[in-house]
């Protein structure tokens, strides 16, 4: 009898690491988003990305900042390619900006967030 408990006990305990390797059978990254998709939340603008500079969502809009549109269209799967796109955001959120800044600003609701322009070397 004790035995069979004891293989009971044994096959419960290894079906339960089983059940603990992957999420709907997708590879996750350490941004919790799937591999293959797009990690970090970006928006199109004049025709440059601008990236989430990661310093919260309840900011408050610095001075200068005017409203200038929102999202239109967002893709996960690739970085935007045509201006009011973007991945890892939601369609309709408000984007201001400034004309002396090289950040943008994404409205949530609790605040708004920094997205900074793409750096490109030459």
């Given at each position: 009898m004790k035995k069979i408990i004891a293989i009971t006990l044994t096959i419960v305990c290894l079906l339960g690491l089983v059940g603990c390797n992957k999420t709907n059978g997708e590879d996750l990254t350490p941004t919790g988003y799937p591999s293959g998709q797009v990690q970090r939340q970006q928006v199109m603008y004049n025709g440059v990305i601008y990236y989430y500079a990661a310093n919260?969502?309840?900011?408050?809009?610095?001075?200068?900042?005017e409203l200038v549109g929102d999202v239109k269209e967002v893709d996960n799967d690739k970085e935007p390619s045509v201006d009011w796109c973007g991945s890892r955001v939601d369609v309709g959120q408000e984007i201001y900006a400034s004309d002396n800044s090289s950040s943008i600003y994404l409205k949530?609701?609790?605040?708004?967030?920094?997205f900074r322009a793409k750096v490109t070397s030459q």
């Open positions: 919260g969502f309840d900011s408050p809009l610095p001075d200068g900042y949530y609701e609790s605040g708004y967030a920094e």
